[in-house]
């Protein structure tokens, strides 16, 4: 629809890591392609491109028509993350993702956001959390700094999934009355499968249900699905 170029990246993600931060994230693949992510954005803001833009391979544009990039230099995902706390009630946690991440020509937040990640990298010296240097350092330097966000690039968390499928739910209700928008796209956080949070059925069952244009604007505080 835009004419944008369109790159797919395997594991050579990884081939553009310092040997030394490779070999230490060899066995947490997800804190390397955090690193490995800002990279290869810089690297294509150095060959001339006027704005990259990273997307998960399991980032889903449902609604694209109405998918439009802000016009700040940068903007990161929002991330309305539903889940139940350890006494088992529903618990709303509001953060920013890398799951989306842009960059305009002249941005200054790339070159301070990658420099950190690499010297947090270089410091530590013991157990690294999956979302080190990705979400849990972007949040907070958001906190911070307040960065610009893209409120319509979301993230579904297995209890919201559950209630889009079933169109109702506690979950639901939470993340459309904590989103400031109505999200045109989200990250589906496939890895929910992985620890069988969410079926493979029902993963599927949502992809189809979001691009099919099914899931309508939910008012917010309104409970009417």
Known sequence: ??????????????????????????????????????????????????TVIWLDADFLIFNPSDFVLPEQPYAVGREVWVQNDRQGKLKVFNKVHNAFLMFRQGNHFL???????????????????????????????????????????GMLSPAVI???????????????????????AANLCTSSCDKDEVSEMEMQQLIKLLSSGVLIHIEKNSGNH
């Open 1 to 50: 629809m835009n004419d944008y170029e369109y790159q797919f990246i395997g594991d050579e993600l990884f081939d553009c890591l310092p040997v030394g931060l490779f070999e230490k994230t060899r066995n947490q693949k997800v804190v390397a392609s955090d690193l490995a992510r800002l990279l290869v954005l810089k690297g294509a803001l150095n060959r001339g491109y006027e």
């Open 111 to 153: 070159d301070f956001y990658s420099e950190t990640a690499e010297r947090l990298l270089l410091l530590n010296q013991g157990a690294m959390p999956p979302q080190f240097i990705g979400p849990k350092l972007l949040t907070a330097i958001h906190n911070v700094a307040i960065l610009p966000v893209m409120e319509s690039a």
């Open 162 to 184: 559950k209630g889009i499928l079933g169109r109702k739910g506690q979950a639901l209700d939470l993340f459309v009355n904590n989103s400031s928008v109505l999200i045109t």
